[in-house]
């Protein structure tokens, strides 16, 4: 049942690939353009909406941070990112132009359905992205992206989220595509970058051998900082999550431009600091990554850069190197996220910890 994998999780780590091609599945028609079969939210509908904010809770607002960079870059439209326990309490504004999009890999989760019933109830839509079919998120939602990763029994969300991450792109471009803000061979373009992900997260994962080797240097390791900026930036926060539910190490996320306005303070001799570095086509946000990946170096952090293919700028600063395959920095996550997963799973591993019934954890959390 675990094809071979000691865990559910290092099993669905690699089962990604195949997840992330299922989630894009028939998505195109013959015409090329985008079909999201469950939408059911009229074209009218979607194009009047001027604000669109995403709940969720955990790994799943991860990957609404990453959406809120795609929607808005392709359509324009202002996003709002929210926890879904903090959204109900605090008297949001709502409307009936309002798009309420909420991403939950189990479709259970009692926080994010509280809030889209609070949603529902200031006439605004609510689409959902899940996981789990007939699950009560979809049945209270207007409209529904299935995610198509299949049962995820691990308790830490690995392919869930690389799905999600799918299904924001998905529709991100789908509502640059009702709107009008994007040309279809735009869209088109962004679609083939989508479809060779499958692959190139197979290279990663062709790669894990690198990846716990370096966690077996790190079994003694106390705290762990990960910095990233723009879509690195979640997947800074969601390697940090991995790391503290899996191996009980104290991480941190933090985008890399907040270093200077406190965190750097933490820096102390052999503290070890996981950085994602933007693409090399990304000169300002990369160079800008580089100086403080030399900034932390000189006061006596170990550098595991996560860096592009053919990128050699970070390589004086970094203790290790770890390469990824060269994607557009919007679609970075798909690839980055996928070794600090491998990295917390081994690590947990090595610790003899149990990766998939973490403690003090719950596949669904249905309370609030
Ligand atoms: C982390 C993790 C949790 C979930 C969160 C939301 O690995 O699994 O943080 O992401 O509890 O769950 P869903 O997506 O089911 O609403």
């Known amino acids: 049942e675990k094809d071979g994998h000691d865990w559910f999780m290092r099993k669905e780590?690699?089962?990604?690939?195949?997840?992330?091609?299922?989630?894009?599945?028939?998505?195109r028609t013959?015409?090329?353009?985008?079909?999201?079969?469950?939408?059911?939210?009229?074209?009218?509908e979607l194009r009047d909406v001027d604000k669109v904010i995403i709940i969720a809770c955990g790994t799943s607002f991860y990957a609404g941070m990453v959406a809120k960079y795609a929607i808005e870059h392709w359509t324009r439209v202002p996003v709002e990112?929210?926890?879904?326990?903090?959204?109900r309490y605090r008297d949001p504004i709502l409307d009936y132009s309002t798009l309420v999009v909420a991403i939950s890999q189990s479709g259970e989760t009692a926080d994010t359905l509280q809030a889209i019933r609070h949603?529902?109830?200031?006439?605004?839509?609510?689409?959902?992205?899940?996981?789990?079919?007939?699950?009560?998120?979809?049945?209270?939602?207007?409209?529904?992206?299935?995610?198509?990763?299949?049962?995820?029994?691990?308790?830490?969300?690995?392919?869930?989220?690389?799905?999600?991450?799918?299904?924001?792109y998905l529709l991100a471009l789908y509502l640059a595509q009702v709107k009008g803000t994007r040309y279809g061979d735009e869209i088109d373009q962004v679609m083939r970058q989508l479809e060779a992900i499958p692959e190139q997260v197979q290279r990663v994962l062709d790669d894990a051998p690198a990846i716990y080797e370096m966690a077996a240097d790190h079994i003694d390791t106390r705290s762990v900082l990960f910095l990233g900026r723009h879509a690195g930036y979640p997947v800074a926060l969601e390697g940090a999550l991995k790391l503290k539910e899996l191996a009980y190490i104290h991480a941190e996320g933090f985008a890399?431009?907040?270093?200077?306005?406190?965190?750097?303070?933490?820096?102390?001799?052999?503290l070890p600091v996981l950085c994602v570095v933007p693409p090399a086509g990304r000169d300002q946000l990369r160079d800008k990554m580089?100086?403080?990946?030399?900034?932390?170096?000189?006061?006596?952090?170990?550098?595991?850069c996560l860096v592009e293919d053919g990128d050699d700028a970070?390589?004086?600063?970094?203790?290790?190197?770890?390469?990824?395959?060269?994607v557009p920095v919007l679609l970075?996550?798909?690839?980055?996220?996928?070794?600090?997963?491998?990295?917390?799973?081994?690590?947990?591993?090595?610790?003899?910890?149990?990766?998939?019934?973490?403690?003090?954890?719950?596949?669904?959390v249905t309370v609030e």
């Open 119 to 168: 949603a529902r109830t200031q006439r605004s839509k609510v689409l959902a992205i899940c996981n789990t079919n007939g699950s009560t998120i979809p049945r209270e939602s207007d409209a529904v992206i299935y995610t198509h990763a299949g049962p995820e029994i691990g308790v830490a969300s690995t392919k869930g989220f690389l799905t999600q991450l799918v299904a924001c």
């Open 30 to 44: 013959p015409e090329g353009h985008l079909h999201l079969d469950e939408m059911r939210l009229s074209d009218q």
């Open 332 to 364: 970075q996550p798909l690839v980055a996220v996928v070794p600090l997963q491998l990295f917390a799973c081994e690590l947990a591993t090595l610790m003899g910890h149990d990766v998939d019934q973490p403690r003090n954890l719950a596949k669904s």
């Open 290 to 304: 580089v100086s403080g990946i030399q900034e932390v170096r000189a006061r006596g952090a170990r550098t595991i």
């Open 81 to 87: 990112v929210e926890l879904a326990s903090e959204f």
């Open 256 to 270: 890399a431009g907040e270093l200077k306005h406190g965190p750097i303070a933490l820096i102390e001799d052999g």
């Open 13 to 27: 780590i690699h089962e990604q690939p195949r997840a992330v091609a299922d989630s894009l599945l028939g998505r």
């Open 314 to 326: 970070i390589t004086p600063y970094a203790d290790v190197i770890i390469r990824l395959p060269r």
